[in-house]
Structure formats: C-alpha cells, structure tokens
C-alpha cells in the first residue's frame, strides 16, 4: 500500500490557497479557490484541501484548526523555521530536539491546523 492523499479542512478557501501556494510555496497541482477544492503535491503525497461551509453540520466544523497529524519532512528544520517565519507563519512550538534524534517545529495555517516540520535523524 502507498499513502497517496491527506485532507485538510479550513473555512476560507482563497485564503488556504494563498497560504499554501505562496507561503509554503506547495505547487498547486489542480483545482483553485474557485473550483471549491485545491490538491498540492508537495513531494510523494497530495495533499487536499478543502473548505467546510459556516453552516455546515457540527461533525463537519469539528475538522477545521486541528492537529492534522500531518509533518513536512525537510532537510533542516531550522532553516525551514526561520525562512517560513520570515513569510509570516505562525509557529507553535520552535524547533526542538526530540528523544527519537529529529527535530521538529510546529505551525498552523490560518485556519488553525497544526502542520509539523520533522527532520530525521543524519538529514542535515
């Protein structure tokens, strides 16, 4: 099996796209604000993003500005932290060693999902 496509759920599509295509610079791969959905691939793995209307369902709001379970493997977290904080990111938590040998930083988008950057032991 190939994990192929993760989902994300935010409020205000336009800005999701703007968020994720020129601060994250993920290439946009289909889609747009206008068609109602956006898929990036950022490396091996899509990653879709959708919105979830004002009036939707409770079981529905529930998925927007959470923890996505979802990292962003780079070569240097903290080169990475510093050029995405640059661009305005909102970060959480700041890079720190963890007892596994990586290194992770945490950040949301401006919905509140919480996204990690991870970078594996004898990556830098």
């Not at 999701?16 to 604000?33: H, S, V, W």
């Amino acid at each position: 099996m190939n994990l192929n496509t993760a989902r994300v759920f935010v409020r205000d599509l336009a800005q999701a796209e703007a968020f994720y295509a020129r601060t994250l610079a993920l290439p946009l791969r289909a889609g747009g604000a206008s068609q109602g959905f956006c898929l990036f691939a950022p490396g091996n793995t899509q990653l879709i993003v959708e919105a979830v209307a004002a009036d939707a369902p409770d079981d529905e709001q529930v998925l927007v500005g959470r923890f996505t379970g979802l990292s962003f493997a780079v070569p240097s977290v903290e080169v990475t932290y510093r050029d995405l904080l640059a661009r305005g990111v909102r970060f959480t938590e700041a890079p720190e060693l963890q007892p596994w040998g990586g290194v992770l930083a945490t950040f949301q988008d401006p919905d509140g999902n919480v996204f990690q950057l991870a970078q594996y032991p004898g990556a830098a």
